[in-house]
């Protein structure tokens, strides 16, 4: 199994600033993905972010507003920008193994004030 | 569009006792499926999938999971359990179209003593 960390853990931002995580994954994969846990509830699909290429975003999300960077096979960022407080949320990368499943990542948890 | 229920947003259960949680998918075709736990302040840990074949699947920590077609179920259960075993837990169905996971809306799972 993959072992995926991120960076950073959790931040407090202020609202109109933005916010790049990290995720670091320690072998080559093909396909990332970025979720979003707002508080208590489940997780949703942001993107994903494959190498080379654009990302793919799910109905709700937009580009501008989640950035996403995939330079090589081990490692992606997501951007949160112009943050509100309803970005107030864990935010979570996983990378796809060999078998279908998904192999996820400690989360950055982020409170915007 | 393929859709996770887990009926139990919360269940408590006895330590020692046996435990079951419930997942319901509306899916077009044999679906894989997963279960993750998620204890606090955590990413989401893979306990176990199903693709194909024999329909009770084992998986870590004592947990097994069973398919049921005609049910369009996927329930997890584990004989006893442990007061480490306090977490949420997600069931989650992969998309034939991208490796995507949809997710379930979780069951919280809290252990007496």
């Known amino acids: 199994s993959a072992v995926i960390s991120q960076k950073p853990s959790r931040d407090i931002c202020q609202r109109g600033t933005s916010l790049t995580i990290q995720c670091q994954v320690d072998s080559q994969v093909t396909m990332m993905f970025w979720y979003r846990q707002q508080p208590g509830q489940s997780l949703t699909l942001i993107a994903t972010?494959?190498?080379?290429?654009?990302?793919?975003?799910e109905s709700g999300f937009v580009i501008d507003k989640f950035p996403i960077s995939r330079p090589n096979l081990t490692f992606s960022t997501l951007t949160v920008s112009n943050m509100s407080p309803e970005d107030s949320s864990i935010y979570l990368c996983?990378?796809?193994?060999?078998?279908?499943?998904?192999?996820f990542g400690p989360g950055t948890r982020l409170t915007v004030t | 569009a393929q859709s996770v229920t887990q009926p139990d947003i919360h269940i408590t259960v006895s330590e020692g006792a046996s435990l079951e949680l419930r997942c319901n998918y509306s899916y077009g075709a044999t679906p894989y499926l997963f279960w993750y736990v998620q204890s606090p302040g955590q990413g989401l840990q893979l306990l176990l999938k199903?693709?194909?074949?024999?329909?009770l699947v084992q998986g870590i920590k004592g947990f097994e999971a069973e398919f049921k077609r005609s049910q369009s179920s996927f329930n997890l259960r584990k004989p006893s359990v442990h007061w480490s075993d306090a977490a949420e837990y997600f069931c989650a169905v992969e998309s034939a179209a991208g490796n995507k996971l949809t997710f379930g809306g979780g069951t919280r799972v809290l252990v007496k003593p």
């Open positions: 972010a494959n190498q080379g290429s654009e990302a793919t975003y």
């Open positions: 996983s990378s796809l193994g060999t078998g279908h499943e998904q192999y």
């Open positions: 199903y693709f194909s074949g024999d329909t």
